[in-house]
């Protein structure tokens, strides 16, 4: 998955990841970047470097 959003996601701009979903039901905060989305993918690219 960290592969997949690395190679295929990265945003050009503010935010790190492109095409987030914040609330879908809603149509709230439907492909946009989001600083929770780049919060958690930063923090699994930093726990994938380290060995269990």
Known sequence: M???L???YLAE???VL???VGFL???SEVDAG???ADHYFVEALVRSDRPA
């Open 34 to 36: 989001l600083v929770y």
């Open 18 to 20: 492109a095409h987030s």
């Open 2 to 4: 960290v592969a997949s």
């Open 13 to 15: 701009g503010d935010a």
């Open 6 to 8: 690395s190679t295929n």
């Open 25 to 27: 039901p809603e149509g």
